[in-house]
Structure formats: structure tokens, C-alpha cells
């Protein structure tokens, strides 16, 4: 995982205060905490008379970040755009939670498809800045279920970020696209040690919600889900946590379940060029309606906590080749020192053993990916009685064949770390560019 440098982030906004009257709402998304506030001046009924007739949200309005009324009564609250060259999620900085969803399309027409991505669109653009969806009738008619299902109301956009992408089965026979489908987004082949299992693989589409709040990120999902009915049907989801801000106000690398500080070696999302270099595709790559996109690879790494909490300190060091207090690497003195892989420790031998992770994830220094992995824990497994926790692993990257298939037919291969860990989910998924406002997410391909 990246750190969480929010002082670094160019890409966020700041929300401005809002002396919006309860009158002036009819006409405008509500803001999350406007529904609160209106409650509390006369309850919700002052919302009704609005007209209940074709009151659900059908994703028609074209609801824009500056038509949002945000964060009623606030300052300073922190707020990702939605619309840009870039979706959003990418090169952001991690926020504390994640709900990655996968989905399904049940439909026939790409036309069918189009739509979904317009209503899509619209509601995401909405939710990460706050806005309940639906105007204030939809959510207020007696007489209808509400456009919005009500568990983020009150509840700050939390760094809200909504990122879309298309499955290799999204470029098969159904929507007459199998032509559009980038040569740098291959199927992933079978790597050694896999264990996959089919519940926790594929879609035609991946959403991946982050935010500061997992109540938001799930509603936002939720209601993706729900305007998809009748177009696409969920096929597996995922949630996903790191320490929270509040637990680590000082905003340091956040540490993985083993107890390793994850994301040291990230290239840094602030070089627009390296970012050019690693994470965006270009419009000369061969795929022109990927330009300002990226392939998103989707891991679910199952760690063998028991195991691991076996084994010595400092096995679990020559296991990353790094140290576990200040993720330094082995014979190194600072986190960020770069890795010497001619480093040698007091018996002559590598100082960074070589089956070590970063040893091996780092391969010639010049083959990079973004990551922007998430912990997860999903219980018990019911047979053998042992935590089903891990990491979500998410890389993000210009070209798959390139980096991750080419770093991961290294680490298959020869990591010590896979005595500890089981890669039992995969995804793939080309992240459309960000749509511009009035544009829809995927406009370039459809
Ligand atoms: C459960 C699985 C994994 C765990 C726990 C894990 C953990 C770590 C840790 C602790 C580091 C050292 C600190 C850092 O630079 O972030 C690291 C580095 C790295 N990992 Fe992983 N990782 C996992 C899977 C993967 C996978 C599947 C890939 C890609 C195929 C990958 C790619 C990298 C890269 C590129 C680095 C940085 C190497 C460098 O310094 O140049 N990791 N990982």
C-alpha cells in the first residue's frame, strides 16, 4: 500500500460551506447531512410536495460536482472529483477502507451496456461528493421505495472514490468488442501455486469503492448494485481495511497483517512523468480509448497467519528483506534507503537473501507497478477452523504482460513468502480514463 499522504494529493478539493434553504434543495442533489439538517428544522415532511409521480432515481439528471451541495455547515472537508483526465482511486492516495465489487452484465446490447455506464456515472459522481441520489421527492414519497437507501445520510463523502473497469469477458462475443481489447490486457496465465477459486475470480466489470468510512463505501456499492438490476448482477465482492487515520495521525507506510510496513517501495504518485511511465496507458499503446487509463490486477492473497506467528523474527525479515520495526531493508538503517542488492551481511553472504520479496519484486529496479493493497479478514474457514485473512492485493499498471505477469512469474517461482500465503482470487480489469463532466465513465469505448 501506498502511504496515505494526504499533504501530497493534488487531486483533492475542498468543499465549500453551503447556506442552502430547504426550498432552494427541491431543485438540486441533497447533500447527505442536508437531509439531517432539515430533519432537524421541521422534520422530513418539509421535503415532500416535491411531486412523488416518477420520483426514483432513474439517472437521468445530469448531476455535476458543482451543482452538489456539500457538506452543509461544514469546512475544509476533503473531497475527490469524480469527473477528470483520470478516474479517481488510481494514483490517489489510499483511503482507510475498501469494497470491491465485481459484477456480471445480464443484458444483450452494448446499447443496454452504455446505459448502465451513464446511470453509473451519474450516481458514483453523486455519492463521492456526498449527495444522497435521487432529488429530495425520491426520498421522501410515502407512497415508493426511496432512490437512495439512506445508510450514508449525514455521513461526510469520506475521500469517496468510485473507479470502473472492464473484464477480459467484456471483450468476448456479446457486445461486439472483442476487436477494442488491449493487447496489454491479456488473460492471466496459471502461475505456480495458484490456488484459485472460482468464487473469488473474474467479472466483466470491477468497482472499486475506497473511502474513509465503511458504511460509505458499502452504500455506495449497494446502490451500484441496486441501479444495475436488470443489467448486472453482483458475482463476488470484497472488503477491505487498513489502520485508520485516527489510529495514526502521523500518516506513516501502513503495515500489512504480518506486521510489515506495505508500500515503501511504491513509485511516488506525485511524478506525473513516472506515473506516464508506469500506471497511465498512452494513447500510442495500441488501445486509443484506454489513453489516461490503467489495467487493474486484483489478487486475494489468503495468509497463513498461524503458520507466520510460528515462525522467528527473523525468518519473517529474511522473508521481505526488510526489517519488521522500521520496514528498513536488511542491513539498511532507513525505511525509504533504496535496496543495495550487492549488500552483503557479516557471513558474506547477500544481505538480502535472495528468495527474499523485495529482492525479487524489485527485478532489474526498472520493471515498477502501483499497488494499493487493502488487509482483509472474512472470518473463519469453516473446515480447517483458521482465520480467512490476507491481502487484497490491487497493482495498478501500463502495461499486465509487462509488470505484474512478468514480476509474478518471479515471485511464483522463488519467493520465500509463498511458504506463508495462497493466491486464491484473481481479477483483471482495464480501468476506463476518467470521464469529463456530461461524459460518462467508458465514453470512449462505446
Ligand atoms: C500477501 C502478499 C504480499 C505481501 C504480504 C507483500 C508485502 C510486501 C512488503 C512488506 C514489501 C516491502 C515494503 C514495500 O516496498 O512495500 C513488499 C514490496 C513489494 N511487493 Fe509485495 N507483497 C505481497 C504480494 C505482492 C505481489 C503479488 C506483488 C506483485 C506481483 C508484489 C510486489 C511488490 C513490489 C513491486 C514491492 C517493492 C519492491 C521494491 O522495493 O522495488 N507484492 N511487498
Known sequence: MEPSDLKTNENLQEAGTSSKTPGSLLNKPVSRRDVLKMAGIGGLGLLLGGGAAGALFKGTKAFTRKESVLNAGRTNEKVHPFYGKHQSGIITPSQNFLCFASFDLTVASINEVRELFQKWTLAAANMTQGSMLGDSAANTSLNLPPADTGEAAGLIPSRTTITFGAGPSFFDSRFGLASKRPAAFPDLPKFRGDAL??????????????????????????????????????????????????????????????????????????????????????????????????????????????????????????????????????????????????????????????????????????????????????????????????????????????????????????????????????????????????????????
Open 197 to 446: 477459486q472460482p468464487q473469488w475470480c473474474g467479472g466483466d466489470i470491477g468497482v472499486q469503492v475506497c473511502a474513509d468510512d465503511l458504511q460509505v463505501a458499502f452504500h455506495a456499492v449497494r446502490n451500484l448494485a441496486r441501479i444495475a438490476r436488470g443489467s448486472a448482477v453482483l458475482r463476488w465482492t470484497q472488503e477491505g481495511f487498513q489502520r485508520t487515520g485516527a489510529a495514526e495521525p502521523a500518516n506513516g507506510t501502513p503495515r500489512n497483517l504480518m506486521g510489515f510496513k506495505d508500500g515503501t517501495g511504491n513509485p511516488d504518485v506525485n511524478d506525473a512523468k513516472l506515473m506516464d511511465e508506469v500506471v497511465w496507458a498512452q494513447a500510442g499503446d495500441g488501445a486509443a480509448w484506454m489513453a489516461g487509463g490503467s489495467y487493474m490486477v486484483a489478487r486475494r492473497i489468503r495468509m497463513r497467519l498461524e503458520v507466520w506467528d510460528r515462525s522467528t523474527l527473523d525468518d519473517q525479515q529474511r522473508t521481505f528483506g526488510r526489517y519488521r520495526d522500521s520496514g528498513a531493508p536488511l542491513g539498511g538503517q532507513d525505511e525509504f534507503d533504496p535496496l543495495d542488492l550487492n549488500a552483503k551481511d557479516a557471513a558474506g553472504q547477500p544481505a538480502l537473501p535472495v528468495t527474499s520479496h523485495s529482492r525479487l519484486a524489485h527485478m532489474d529496479g526498472n520493471t515498477k507497478l502501483l499497488r494499493r493493497a487493502y488487509s482483509y479478514s472474512s472470518g473463519l474457514d469453516a473446515k480447517t477452523g483458521q482465520l480467512d485473512a490476507g491481502l487484497f492485493f490491487i497493482c495498478f499498471q501500463r502495461n499486465v504482460s509487462k509488470q505484474f505477469i512478468a514480476m509474478q512469474q518471479i515471485l511464483a517461482a522463488s519467493d520465500k513468502l509463498n511458504e506463508y500465503i495462497s493466491h486464491v482470487g484473481s481479477a483483471g480489469f482495464a480501468c476506463f480514463p476518467g470521464a469529463a463532466e456530461g461524459g460518462y465513465i467508458g465514453d470512449t469505448l462505446f
